[in-house]
Nanobody
């Protein structure tokens, strides 16, 4: 089992920045890829950014160029730096981890472990 705990969400005005953190514990050696997803009210959960074990990164079109995902394997930590925030970035942000290689890294079914979420609210 892998346990994930997010932190760093909050309220910010449009154009501002936020940094999210995720601390992983448990069987972290099993993790093959980690990601940030988000879910706005009434919408499906969508991926925001993904980072694989070797460090390959993927970004959703909506955040590319404004966000940076990074990891510190020694600390079992995942980060998401978000800049130039927009009201449409408002959502609950979830840290996710996968210990399998089934499904694409872009597919939510790939991820077995999820944090409880941290709210990001961007006002105009």
């Amino acid at each position: 089992q892998v346990h994930l705990v997010e932190s760093g969400g909050g309220s910010v005005q449009a154009g501002g920045s936020l940094s999210l953190s995720c601390e992983a514990s448990g069987d972290t050696d099993r993790i093959t890829v980690m990601a940030w997803f988000r879910q706005a009210p009434g919408k499906e959960r969508e991926y925001v950014a993904i980072i694989t074990g070797p460090g390959d990164t993927y970004y959703a079109d909506s955040v590319r160029g404004r966000s940076t995902i990074s990891q510190d394997k020694a600390e079992n930590a995942l980060y998401l730096q978000m800049n130039s925030l927009k009201p449409e970035d408002t959502a609950m942000y979830y840290c996710a981890a996968s210990s399998s290689r089934t499904y694409s890294v872009l597919d939510t079914r790939r991820y077995s472990f999820w944090g409880q979420g941290t709210q990001v609210t961007v006002s105009s």
